[in-house]
C-alpha cells in the first residue's frame, strides 16, 4: 500500500460544500479575466456568471424541473456547455453528460436508464432525440444552435451556415421545445439558488462501461469532483500559474478528464479555456496554435500524431507552451518522443478512471518517468492484488485497487455492479494490471480484460457483439483490439456465419446503423469457431493470439 500523500492547506477542498460555491467563487474571484473563447467570441468570467445565472433562473421559474431531478447535456464543446453545466448546477440538478456521436440506441439506454427530466441538445442531434424521447421522462427540451452565445451577426452566419448550407441539422419535429437564447436572454432577477445536494450528494452522473460492457453512470459526488479538482490543481501548479495561462481544449467536456480540467480546475485557476468544437480539424487547431499564446493541452495520442503530419505543423511557434498531456489512451513511445523533440515540450502522462472523478495518478513536471502515468495524486491510497485479492509486493504485476475521497458513490441503480466494483472499506477495483514501483510510480500492463480503447474512448467488445447478433445472416461474433498508429487500437471483428454466403458489406452497413463511428469494426474476419470456456464465455485472449 502506498504513502498518502496530503494536500497542502491552501488546497483543501473543504472550503466548499457543493460545486455551486465553487462556480460562484472562481466566477467573482476573476470576473474580468477571459474564461472561454469559441468561434472568435470570448467570454470573461463576468459573462459566464451573468449567463449561467440567467439560465439556473429559467430552470427554477419557468420549467418543471426541481433540485435533485437530472439533466442531460449533450452538447460539444461549444459556449453553451459551462454555462448549462453551471446554471444547472445552480439550480440544484443532478448533470448527466451525454456524448454526441451517441447512436438513437445509445441515447435511447442513457435517457432511460437516468431517468433524466431535462436535456439541454444540440438541434444537429434533435433528430436521434425524436426517436428516443416518447421512451423517457423528459418534460424540458432546450434546443440550441452551434452559433448561439455569439455576437448577432456571428450567430445568423454560422446558424445559417450549418443548417442550410452544409446541411448539418437534419429535419426533426419537436413540440414545446424552448429556446437556448431565449433562456440566456431572460434577465434574472436577483434571488436566492435553491436549497439542494452537496458533500456526498450525487453532483453529476458520467456513464461507463465500468468493469463490464454494461453502459452504467457513475454517480459522482460534490465531494468527488471538489476534492480530484484540488488534487489536479496540486499537479498543475507545478507549470500552469494562475490568471495568465490560454488551455486549448480539443478533448470533449463531456468526457471526465476534460470535463474536469475545463469546467472547473481551470476556471478555478482563472485561466483562459479555448474551446475546439471540432478536433480532426487539424488545420482549424493549427490557427488557433498560431492565434493564442496557448500555454497547455490535454490531447490524446491520435491528436498528436495528426499535428506532427500536417504540413504547417512547423510553422506553430511553441515558446509559450508549458504543459501537455495525455489523458484516455497511451502516448505511445515513438509520438511522444517525436513530439517532445519538436517542441521542447514533454508529455505528461497521467491515469484516470471516469469512477474516480477520474484522476488518480499524473506524472509530476520536473519528475516525470517515461513510460509510467506517475504517483497517483494526493488524498489518495492504492494497492495491488493477486486473482485471489491479496495485496503483492512493489514491483509484482496484479490489479489495481484505488482509495480516495474521489472515488465514486457507485453506479446509478445497478446495486450488483457497484458491490462488485467497490469493497466495503472503499476501495474501487479498476480491472486495470500494473506494476508500482518501489517510489510509487505506476506503470500500466495491461487494461481491463477486454476492454478496447479507441483514441481514448472505452469499447467493450459485447457491445459490438450484442448488436452484430442481431443480423439475420450473422450466427455469433466476437471483437478485439488491434494496434493502431492512428487511434491506439482499432476493432477487429470475428464473425461465425450462418449461412456461407455471408454479405460483409451488408453487416458493416448493420454497424453503422447501431454503432458509434469509434465503435465501427475496422476488420472482418470469418471464422467457423469462436473460442469459448467451459461455461462458454468468448474467450477474447485466445483471438487476440490467433489473429
Not at 437 to 446: E, L, M, Q, R, T
Not at 478 to 502: C, R, Y
Request: net charge negative.
Amino acid at each position: 500500500m502506498t504513502m498518502i500523500e496530503k494536500l497542502s492547506d491552501d488546497l483543501r477542498p473543504e472550503k466548499f460544500s457543493k460545486l455551486s460555491q465553487v462556480v460562484d467563487n472562481f466566477c467573482r474571484e476573476h470576473a474580468q479575466l477571459p474564461a472561454f473563447t469559441c468561434f472568435g467570441r470570448t467570454l470573461d468570467y463576468s459573462e459566464v456568471d451573468e449567463l449561467s445565472d440567467r439560465f439556473a433562473h429559467y430552470l427554477i421559474s419557468q420549467t418543471s424541473l426541481k433540485p435533485g431531478d437530472r439533466i442531460a447535456i449533450q452538447l460539444p464543446n461549444i459556449l453553451q456547455f459551462p454555462i448549462a453545466f453551471y446554471g444547472a448546477t445552480r439550480a440544484g440538478l443532478v448533470v448527466v453528460n451525454t456524448n454526441p456521436l451517441y447512436t438513437v440506441q445509445e441515447m435511447a439506454h442513457q435517457l432511460k436508464d437516468s431517468s433524466v427530466k431535462g436535456i439541454v441538445i444540440l438541434s444537429n442531434f434533435c433528430s436521434k432525440l425524436e426517436k428516443v424521447l416518447p421512451q423517457t421522462e423528459i418534460e424540458t427540451v432546450i434546443v440550441t444552435q452551434l452559433g448561439d452565445v455569439q455576437k448577432p451577426f456571428k450567430r445568423h452566419f454560422l446558424n445559417f451556415t450549418i443548417k442550410t448550407l452544409r446541411k448539418l441539422v437534419p429535419a426533426y419535429s419537436l413540440s414545446d421545445t424552448i429556446d437556448f437564447q431565449t433562456v440566456i436572454s431572460t434577465a434574472a432577477p436577483k434571488f436566492d439558488y435553491p436549497e439542494s445536494g452537496q458533500g456526498d450528494d450525487i453532483a453529476l452522473i458520467l456513464y461507463t462501461g465500468g468493469t463490464t460492457g454494461v453502459a452504467k453512470g457513475a454517480m459522482l459526488s460534490h465531494n468527488n469532483l471538489i476534492t480530484n479538482m484540488m488534487q489536479l490543481r496540486s499537479r498543475c501548479l507545478g507549470v500552469i500559474e494562475d490568471k495568465i495561462e490560454s488551455i486549448l481544449a480539443p478533448l470533449p467536456m463531456y468526457h471526465s478528464y476534460a470535463f474536469l480540467l475545463h469546467c472547473l480546475a481551470m476556471p478555478y485557476a482563472g485561466n483562459h479555456n479555448i474551446l475546439v468544437t471540432n478536433p480532426k480539424d487539424t488545420a482549424g487547431l493549427i490557427k488557433l496554435f498560431k492565434q493564442w499564446p496557448i500555454s497547455g493541452f490535454v490531447g490524446i495520442n491520435t491528436l498528436y500524431l495528426a499535428l506532427l503530419r500536417h504540413e504547417n505543423f512547423s510553422s506553430i511557434d511553441f515558446s509559450t507552451m508549458k504543459f501537455c498531456g495525455a489523458g484516455g489512451m497511451a502516448m505511445t513511445t515513438s509520438v511522444s518522443e517525436e513530439w517532445t523533440k519538436a517542441t521542447n515540450s514533454p508529455v505528461y502522462e497521467g491515469y484516470g478512471l471516469t469512477e474516480c472523478s477520474p484522476v488518480v495518478a499524473v506524472n509530476i513536471p520536473g519528475k516525470e518517468r517515461a513510460g509510467t502515468v506517475g504517483p497517483v495524486v494526493p488524498e489518495t491510497e492504492t494497492k495491488v492484488v493477486n486473482d485471489e485479492g491479496v495485496e503483492v509486493a512493489a514491483g509484482k504485476r496484479g490489479e489495481l485497487w484505488v482509495r480516495g475521497p474521489q472515488v465514486m458513490r457507485g453506479y446509478w441503480q445497478h446495486e450488483q455492479e457497484t458491490a462488485e466494483a467497490l469493497t466495503n472499506d472503499g476501495w474501487f477495483k479498476t480491472g486495470d494490471y500494473v506494476e508500482i514501483s518501489d517510489d510509487g510510480y505506476i506503470s500500466i500492463v495491461d487494461r481491463k480484460k477486454d476492454m478496447i480503447l479507441v483514441s481514448g474512448f472505452n469499447v467493450f467488445p459485447n457491445e459490438i457483439e450484442d448488436w452484430v447478433n442481431r443480423h439475420p445472416d450473422v450466427l455469433e461474433s466476437a471483437a478485439i483490439g488491434v494496434p493502431s498508429e492512428k487511434t491506439g487500437e482499432s476493432i477487429k471483428l470475428f464473425i461465425v456465419p450462418n449461412q456461407k454466403d455471408i454479405d460483409i458489406e451488408s453487416v458493416r452497413a448493420h454497424c453503422k446503423q447501431g454503432l458509434s463511428a469509434y465503435k465501427l469494426p475496422r476488420e472482418f474476419v470469418l471464422i467457423e469457431d469462436i473460442p469459448k470456456s467451459l461455461i462458454g464465455k468468448i474467450l477474447h485472449r485466445e483471438l487476440r493470439n490467433i489473429a
